[in-house]
């Protein structure tokens, strides 16, 4: 491979890291907000000068669960496409910083509203809750510059086709591709709420919202914005951590299929949110129960191509017996490591999805702090920690200087406090959830609620988890610092790994983009199309007739 392409272009790489310092501020924002969170649910803190538990807790996901994650994945995918499509053209990267502008006043704007309590809403923002309008247009400026950054990433893979005709797109671009289509169709949903009932609402122009259709189009969102986070970490697990370990990839053709599968699966399923609402005819919230457990299969066909790639570089290291092969794993790599956490903490993280999604136990968990603690494992370790496990060989790849040794160990210590505190902090975050543990509430709000003091004990492990989960995001944050400004300079890889000899070759067929998001509008329609005319016909008073509100 020439030297043009396992290099990214300086010019591209000021533009990826400007998107990693605004994820990285955000994680220390956002973090400070966590453990204050669990520090006021444990009832032994009370938070300063008035403010209050709703606000710290939109202020931490809304910068950890939207902000930090929309700049890292857009970084990380212009990264990917540069390194395996070639330099980003001027045009396509000043697309990129004009995203990255937008996003970032859009993030000001909305910040400074929860900032001033104007918008404790929390980062689901559901109506009948009502923020400042400027938070509304905020959110709004980062789902256009998102769709501005998305739309330069499908102009440089149309550009590489157009240079290569007939040849399937490199698959870390493809991947970003099919990533950034998932989000243009996800945020129609947000974007629909947002322009055409909160804003409107929260400027005084309409008096009401049809709050069933507003929590709708939210999760037609909601839903594939969980996988608009995952994906990228499986373009790390599919594509990087086989080179990381000196392996090669068990199947091109398997990863693109995941990702097809995902395209198509994972929108159509958002009723599994409002399994409880009522307004959904329990049949359409079955079929979308039934579409939840078809997205969880490219989830299962990841786990085995992992595996896979993992026991064929095991064997072809030597190593005998069922699981021989773990000991071959380069374990003080963090560039392995801290990933590798990540897919262990999504076993649990997808069997608790896959409770969640079952109709009936969802009535147990559902608004418990059983989800928050689903979600810990899921966003908050397995795809966070697999973007850290990225950030400590990507950040001294851009800035040209290299991870040193002392880096790599603090690094895989990073790792480890985190699977620590968060197996305190998640686990007792289940346990709690179990035994009726409300989600999102201070615990001044219990009042006398006779379980209260059952859930003392879980809140306590709660707080020490939270406690040490902040002893390693200030780990991260020396280590992104270190690489970022003053680590020795040197040349850092951008691991990129190759298909195994015995792979077959991808088809064809994957980049018929009419047929992929054709199949996907069509199943949109079909489990939505009925129940939402129904929310629409018999709407309460005062919000009948095709009026959104
Ligand atoms: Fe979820 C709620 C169902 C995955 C995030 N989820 C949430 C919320 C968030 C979230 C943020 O059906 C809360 C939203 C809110 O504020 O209300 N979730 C699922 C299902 C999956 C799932 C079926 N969720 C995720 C992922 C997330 C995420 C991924 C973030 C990135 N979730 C739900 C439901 C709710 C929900 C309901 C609503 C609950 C309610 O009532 O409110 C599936 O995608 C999971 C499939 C995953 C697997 C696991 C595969 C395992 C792999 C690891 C392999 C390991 C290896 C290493 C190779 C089937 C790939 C092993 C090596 C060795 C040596 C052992």
Excluded at 255 to 261: E, N, P, Q, S, T
Aim: with cysteine; proline share 5%; aromatic share 14%.
């Amino acid at each position: 491979m020439s030297k043009a392409l396992t290099k990214i272009d300086r010019k591209d790489a000021k533009m990826v890291m400007a998107h990693l310092y605004v994820a990285f501020v955000s994680l220390a924002i956002g973090g400070l907000c966590g453990l204050l969170q669990v520090l006021v649910r444990s009832g032994k803190v009370q938070l300063p000068a008035g403010i209050s538990y709703y606000q710290i807790l939109t202020v931490h996901g809304v910068i950890l669960a939207l902000v930090l994650t929309t700049f890292f994945i857009i970084g990380f995918q212009f990264a990917a496409i540069s390194r395996t499509a070639g330099t980003l053209s001027n045009g396509i990267r000043k697309t990129g910083w004009a995203g990255f502008w937008t996003m970032l006043i859009g993030t000001v704007l909305a910040a400074t509203m929860i900032l001033l309590n104007e918008a404790s809403v929390l980062y689901t923002f559901y109506a009948p809750l009502q923020a400042h309008f400027l938070f509304y247009l905020g959110l709004t400026l980062v789902v256009v510059g998102s769709w501005i950054s998305c739309a330069g990433m499908v102009a440089a893979y149309v550009k590489w086709r157009k240079a290569n005709p007939g040849k399937p797109g490199p698959l870390l671009t493809f991947m970003s591709v099919v990533n950034a289509v998932l989000w243009f169709i996800a945020t129609l949903g947000v974007a629909a709420t947002v322009l055409f009932q909160l804003l409107p609402w929260s400027m005084g122009l309409v008096d009401r919202v049809n709050v069933a259709v507003s929590r709708t189009l939210f999760w037609y969102f909601g839903h594939p914005l969980v996988y608009f986070w995952l994906l990228p970490a499986y373009m790390c697990w599919y594509v990087i951590i086989p080179k990381v370990i000196g392996g090669k990839m068990f199947s091109d053709t398997m990863a693109r299929l995941a990702f097809i599968l995902f395209l198509i699966f994972s929108i159509p399923v958002g009723f599994h949110h409002q399994l409880v609402e009522p307004g959904i005819d329990p049949a359409w919230k079955f079929i979308q129960v039934i579409l939840t457990f078809m997205v969880a299969i490219p989830s299962l066909m990841t786990a085995f191509a992992m595996f896979a790639t993992f026991e064929l570089y095991g064997r072809s290291q030597g190593a005998k017996g069922l699981f021989g092969w773990v000991k071959k794993l380069p374990w003080n790599d963090a560039r392995f490591t801290v990933p590798f956490i990540g897919m262990l903490a999504f076993i649990p993280g997808g069997i608790g999805g896959l409770i969640n999604a079952s109709h009936q136990l969802n009535a147990v968990v559902h608004n418990t702090i059983w989800v928050t603690g689903h979600f810990h494992l899921t966003i908050a370790t397995t795809v966070i920690l697999t973007y850290f496990g990225v950030a400590y060989w990507l950040v001294p790849h851009l800035t040209g200087r290299v991870l040193t040794k002392k880096m790599n160990r603090l690094a895989i210590i990073q790792g480890v406090t985190w699977a620590v505190g968060m197996t305190f902090m998640s686990g007792a975050m289940h346990a709690e959830g179990l035994l009726g543990g409300p989600r999102r509430s201070a615990f001044s709000t219990y009042g006398d609620a006779p379980q209260a003091l059952e859930w003392i004990p879980y809140q306590i492990a709660q707080a020490v988890g939270g406690a040490i989960l902040f002893l390693s995001i200030i780990l991260c944050l020396i280590i992104f610092i270190n690489l970022a400004f003053f680590a020795p300079k040197g040349e850092e890889e951008f691991p990129v790994s190759e298909a195994s000899e015995h792979a077959a070759q991808p088809s064809p067929v994957f980049e018929n983009w009419k047929l992929w998001v054709g199949i996907t509008a069509a199943l949109i329609l079909f489990a939505y199309t009925i129940p939402f005319i129904d929310m629409i016909q018999n709407a309460p008073p005062g919000a009948k007739g095709f009026k959104l509100w």
